[in-house]
């Protein structure tokens, strides 16, 4: 493909979605702008829900004008996956669920809620304090995937 149609495709496409109504989640006036400074957490009660809170904050921002209230849950659960022939497990997934509901502060009326998961792995086949120290940062991935995710639900189902 030549760069000037490329460039013809791109300009298409812009045009394609201007059209539609698309706006940018962060853009002026975009859900993602909206609730940045906004949401008020609900305060975590371990490391898990500790991370998970940290990355929310990192995304939507310290509330400085909260208009709403996130309350959550994180359950994770690890799951052995690699079993040698003698029983030992060399490997752990980490599945994990995050479930949410946005509540508007003023009326308590529950914006959107939800529940989101995925799923981490490590290794144990080092030392103890290789695999202690990988299972913590599987711990701390599954956090940010599953926070990320919330927040795109949340942007999603965000009143302009």
Known sequence: MSWSDRRLFLL???AAL?????????????????LRGAVTLADPKDRDGFDFAARL????????APRFRLNWAVV????????TPTGAI??????GRASFALVAAETGATVTSGT??????WSTSGSTVATLSAEQ???RRLMVILADQVVARLIAAAPQ
């Open 12 to 14: 298409s496409g812009l």
């Open 18 to 34: 201007a059209g539609c109504g698309f706006a940018p989640a962060y853009g002026p006036g975009g859900a993602g702008a909206a």
């Open 57 to 64: 904050e990192d995304r939507l921002g310290r509330a400085t």
């Open 76 to 83: 994770s659960t690890p799951v052995g996956a690699g079993i």
């Open 90 to 95: 060399t490997r752990y997934t980490l599945k």
């Open 116 to 121: 989101v998961e995925s799923f981490t792995s």
């Open 137 to 139: 940062d599987a711990r």
